[in-house]
């Protein structure tokens, strides 16, 4: 490993981080070598990274000493956080700012931080279009991505900022697969209207930010968006009839009806869909697949992700959702 780049990868036991150090582990003559930063070093997802070569470390996001000392001696760093395990922005802020800081303290070399638009640079809190949510934010999980990308311009950390899109997994993980309405039709459920959603499998985040810090210094200082396959809820649609054999609607409905689902961070994703429909040009626009198929070579349309995880999609057929 001396002779490697080290990248000191946090969130690795999770969807972004877990795709970026398969993508080192599976490129040996790569260059780069992957650090697995996790509180648990004993958990299973931990000892898996471990066998498969991968030096894994015990920090804390929430220690900044921890982080500091887990980003010594290597070049550089991939961060992200998980704003739904608390929902708090102001959480997620902190910890950015801690990683920015242990960064700079490490006198890493290519930070790549994942992080998305302030969407108040679009809909300012005195905009009525969507409700302002926790006083001031328009889509929390969101804005303080955007607004923590100033920590690390502050510290003055070599970073590359990573837009990324709506991951594909949410049809397994996050309860957003078809289901079936009263009439018994499967149906997938959005506010986009006709406009188009940016999505990508989870894993090919990590390969296209290993391809980002594959291309050195880049990208540095620069904004970089992926996507996977920019798709209409009806295309989403027909590919879901296409590759499960069932015929599969797409249910359009207004940003405040699905506001008003009531599962948790309802309103924070009816809000995150509105601003992805009303401001379709820019945000579909700037995340250009052909361009993250340069970082990713076998980036994943959403047909071949589908074929691929069918079997893991949670099918609610017409008898079993009463």
Not at 80 to 85: E, G, I, L, P, S
Not at 192 to 203: H, Q, V, W
Not at 259 to 273: C, E, H
């Amino acid at each position: 490993m001396a002779d490697k780049k080290i990248i000191a990868i946090l969130g690795a036991t999770g969807a972004q981080g877990g795709g970026l150090a398969r993508a080192i582990l599976a490129d040996p003559s790569g260059g780069f070598a992957a650090r697995v930063i996790t509180r648990d070093v004993n958990g299973a997802k931990a000892k898996e990274f471990a066998a498969l070569g991968a030096e894994v470390v015990a920090a804390d996001v929430d220690n900044p000493e921890s982080l500091r000392k887990a980003f010594q001696g290597a070049y550089g760093a991939y961060c992200v956080t998980f704003f739904w395990a608390h929902f708090s922005v102001e959480k997620e802020m902190a910890e950015a700012k801690s990683m920015a800081e242990a960064a700079k303290a490490a006198g890493l070399r290519h930070v790549i931080w994942s992080t998305l638009e302030d969407t108040r640079k679009w809909v300012p809190l005195s905009d009525n279009r969507m409700p302002t949510l926790q006083g001031k934010y328009k889509v929390p999980h969101f804005d303080g991505k955007g607004e923590a990308n100033h920590f690390f311009t502050d510290a003055g950390v070599p970073v590359t900022f990573l837009l990324t899109s709506f991951y594909w997994d949410n049809f397994i993980y996050f309860g957003m697969g078809p289901k079936a309405g009263a009439d018994g039709k499967l149906a997938i459920t959005f506010p986009m209207d006709d406009k188009k959603l940016p999505g990508i499998a989870a894993e090919d985040i990590g390969k296209c930010a290993y391809g980002i810090f594959k291309r050195g210094a880049e990208f540095i200082g620069k904004t970089v968006a992926i996507s996977g396959e920019n798709l209409t809820g009806a295309q989403l649609a027909a590919i879901f009839s296409e590759v499960l054999g069932k015929p599969v609607v797409y249910n359009s409905v207004p940003p405040e009806v699905f506001r008003g689902f009531g599962f948790p961070g309802a309103d924070d994703l009816g809000n995150m869909f509105q601003f992805k429909r009303d401001f379709e040009d820019y945000f579909s626009g700037v995340r250009n697949p052909s361009f993250a198929r340069t970082l990713n070579p076998t980036l994943q349309d959403f047909k071949t992700w589908l074929t691929k995880n069918k079997n893991a999609i949670p099918m609610e057929d017409a008898a079993t959702s009463a």
